[in-house]
T-cell receptor, first 117, second 111 residues
Framework: GAVVSQHPSWVICKSGTSVKIECRSLDFQATTMFWYRQFPKQSLMLMATSNEGSKATYEQGVEKDKFLINHASLTLSTLTVTSAHPEDSSFYIC?????????????FGPGTRLTVT | RKEVEQDPGPFNVPEGATVAFNCTYSNSASQSFFWYRQDCRKEPKLLMSVYSSGNEDGRFTAQLNRASQYISLLIRDSKLSDSATYLCVVNPNFGNEKLTFGTGTRLTIIP
């Protein structure tokens, strides 16, 4: 399957600081990437859809000014958690759709575990 | 009603047994369907896309029943490495690519 990478794999930051997470499609171009968040023992929750060259589309209840998304190229999307708080501690996962896939299969990055102290 | 519903389990199954998971979806216009597996503290990994005619990949068989809006996954000769959470995933709008996830079914294979 297609390969999606994420960086960093884990990060610990202090409350009030900002954290940037990168998502890259390594062997294909992705006009659309997705950002999810997963709390322990819960399912993935879609936060936003990242569109190359245009503004991201945020899901209801997700603050666009807090979770800044930039999709500047066909292989890179970034999520910046601004003014992080302990309640933002979570597992953040990106995905990208492989365009040649018959069913537009999505492949996930390995995730970034964020801990805000 | 949830858009995608799964039995959360947990399913505790002896090694070598056959186990089946079911999933229902509410949007009759949904276009594509998938099973993913997620290991603890890891990302979901695509297990199978589900074809209209059903499809098999080794020990795994997926079926789709559009009339009943029902998807199934069958695992034969289960192995310890099959222990994971299995996610039923639906793409309601083909081309939109926005997926809808079930809550997942937790499977533990017992030696």
């Amino acid at each position: 399957g297609a390969v999606v990478s994420q960086h960093p794999s884990w990060v610990i930051c202090k409350s009030g600081t900002s954290v940037k997470i990168e998502c890259r499609s390594l062997d294909f171009q992705a006009t659309t990437m997705f950002w999810y968040r997963q709390f322990p023992k819960q399912s993935l929750m879609l936060m936003a859809t990242s569109n190359e060259g245009s503004k991201a589309t945020y899901e209801q209840g997700v603050e666009k000014d807090k979770f800044l998304i930039n999709h500047a190229s066909l292989t890179l999307s970034t999520l910046t958690v601004t003014s992080a708080h302990p309640e933002d501690s979570s597992f953040y996962i990106c995905s990208a759709s492989e365009p040649s896939g018959r069913f537009h299969e999505q492949y996930f990055g390995p995730g970034t575990r964020l801990t805000v102290t | 009603r949830k858009e995608v519903e799964q039995d959360p389990g947990p399913f505790n199954v002896p090694e070598g047994a056959t186990v089946a998971f079911n999933c229902t979806y509410s949007n009759s216009a949904s276009q594509s369907f998938f099973w993913y597996r997620q290991d603890c503290r890891k990302e979901p990994k695509l297990l199978m896309s589900v074809y209209s005619s059903g499809n098999e990949d080794g020990r795994f068989t997926a079926q789709l029943n559009r009339a009943s809006q029902y998807i199934s996954l069958l695992i034969r000769d289960s192995k310890l490495s099959d222990s994971a959470t299995y996610l039923c995933v639906v793409n309601p709008n083909f081309g939109n690519e926005k997926l809808t996830f079930g809550t997942g079914t937790r499977l533990t294979i017992i030696p």
